[in-house]
């Protein structure tokens, strides 16, 4: 039994080293790009009185707000390649998608490796997506009261690990953990104001996204934590323009008492890491993923929940976009794609 | 003579139709990149109690602010090209780089089709690079008083227009503009809260200019507007990186009775559009750079201060790595770059 489990072991390592063989061919050489560039989705102009207390400029004017940053990348080679959309999650922008943080190559990237035509957006209000200051200009100038400051928060370091399942508290770390914190320096540079919770719901992020999808005529809409519930809310806008939903550990799937119409038909992929039967925050909703998953396949959904570990990836933090592994669980993903998403 | 000016005319709208014709040669086809990513340089950690007033996340811990988002793209063919650093202005992101906002090619993808590696800058609590909203909860939760928030401000479109030089009031336009003010509004969007008020001189975007120009080990600094300073400044932290300095309609030089030492054998160019001199903003700004190129030229400089109209490029407002002929700009200042800066 030692002998043949020893076996077994040395086949799988063996399997493991020739996948990173064939990825590390692919992943190499120069890339090449039929087109790439950004641009906005979405936005509204909005006049205010209270947009600056410096001379320089005007306290008096129009701003626009709500419009959603969106940078892409179209390979030669896309061929019927699915355009992929990717959305980031709470207290970050699209840099998570880019270069990770200890210098490996980003999902963004190497899905335009794959063929895929890939859009990474910056969520409303969020990075190069505009905020406004004149909540904030018109406490100081005494026009409105201090509680009518917006609300405006930044995830700590500390606060941030166990959510992130680094571990189960600040700083500790779950054994095989698969996110590289040698660089966490890095990673923590990554993280900036979140403005979600002056928002309405659905968050501006959502119609922008529906806009997208129209224009892209046809888009995987790749959600990370607290965006995983906008491509939901998307396709409840509408269809229009959606091929496929894959959530990556969502903060939120639908309720499974929610209407399942907007989902019938749908490839939906709601993904997770390791570790998530750990966390308090994690656990339900889980738990409450796997019921909706129930539900939309009840209702004529094409939904489906996966575990990483049931498919080979152990010790993946809720960043594995990020973890020492990303890039196999990309090409794990690319296959999912590809077999269950036609554009 | 009538004639003969006709002549002269037609041969320089046929040399013109070349050039384009070169230039449209050169930026069509597949963009062959060797390597691309993005990363941040420079950052603290600050300890803060009044991080959040959600719930879900602590008010108490750890954030890191003043890093500087990077994004770069290294050519396959980049032989001795120098790199270049794009440093964008006011209420604007590194998105001023990109695609124009009537979706021409930006400067940013252009440089790079030139042989240049090229990088693009969000500025400090910009962007992607992470601002604190500790100020504004402190204020919140009654820890500090109103006057102690920050100094926030965003540039009203109104009066946007003629500090970049669309015309010389909102919404009247200088004959022969070549800003696309029928996509206005994408460009509108492009802009988003300035926090440089509230920050320390030299901004900390500086700093990290110069660290950036330490790991590149010689770069071009192309500032704009706000930031025309800050490649300056860099060079009096240290030379070390710093191949040369373009500064674009800089909304400062340094004065000419500054010290010019840390300028001395550093090739500078300071560039202008049209129209400076019928802006009060701007003209009394060109005065004082042509006072300072006189005087770093004094003390063994190799600067230069050029206005476009001089050579050949007429119309071109504030913003004139987007103005219509954006690209042709970018071509003669790639010439500019390959004549005066040896790597």
Same mark, same amino acid.
């Not at 947009?51 to 004017?61: C, E, H, K, R």
């Not at 959305?87 to 970050?92: A, E, Q, T, V």
């Given at each position: ?39 906005? *989705? ?6 205010? &009185?209270? =947009?600056? $207390? !410096?001379?320089?400029? %005007?306290?008096? #004017? ?76 018109? *406490? ?6 201090? &509680?009518? =400051?917006? $609300? !405006?928060?930044?995830? %700590?370091?500390? #606060? ?184």
């Amino acid at each position: 039994m030692f002998r043949f489990s020893s076996v077994l072991a040395a086949l799988a390592m063996a399997a493991l080293a020739l996948t990173q063989q064939a990825l590390a061919q692919e992943i190499s050489g120069p890339l090449v790009i039929a087109r790439e560039g950004s641009f906005f *989705v979405g936005g509204r102009d909005v006049h205010s &009185d209270t =947009l600056s $207390t !410096v001379p320089a400029y %005007a306290a008096s #004017g129009t701003v626009t707000v709500d419009q959603m940053y969106v940078r892409y990348q179209v390979p030669v080679d896309s061929g019927t390649h699915v355009p992929l959309t990717l959305i980031h999650g709470c207290c970050l922008t699209g840099k998570t998608w880019e270069t990770t943080p200890d210098g490996r190559m980003g999902w963004d990237e190497f899905f335009v490796r794959k063929g895929h035509p890939t859009y990474v957006i910056d969520q409303a209000w969020r990075g190069r997506s505009a905020a406004s200051p004149a909540a904030i200009n018109s *406490v100081r100038t005494g026009k409105t009261p201090v &509680d009518q =400051l917006p $609300t !405006v928060f930044s995830a %700590a370091h500390e #606060g941030a690990w166990a959510i992130f399942r680094f571990g189960p508290e600040y700083p500790k770390v779950f054994p095989g953990m698969q996110f590289p914190l040698e660089a966490q320096a890095e990673f923590w540079k990554q993280m900036v104001p979140d403005w979600l919770a002056s928002l309405p719901t659905p968050n501006p992020t959502v119609p922008a996204l529906s806009e997208l999808a129209g224009r892209l005529d046809g888009t995987v809409l790749i959600s990370h934590s607290q965006s995983g519930i906008y491509p939901f809310q998307t396709a409840v806008l509408s269809r229009h323009g959606i091929a496929g939903i894959v959530a990556i550990e969502p903060g939120a799937c639908p309720a499974a008492t929610d209407d399942m119409t907007p989902y019938a038909g749908l490839p939906i992929l709601v993904l997770w890491g390791d570790y998530v039967d750990l966390s308090p925050r994690w656990a339900p909703r889980l738990k409450a993923c796997r019921e909706f998953v129930q539900a939309a396949n009840a209702a004529g959904g094409k939904a489906e929940l996966v575990m990483l570990a049931d498919v080979g990836f152990r010790g993946n933090s809720h960043m594995l976009m990020q973890d020492r592994d990303s890039l196999q669980i990309a090409d794990w993903l690319a296959g999912w794609i590809d077999r269950h998403v036609i554009r």
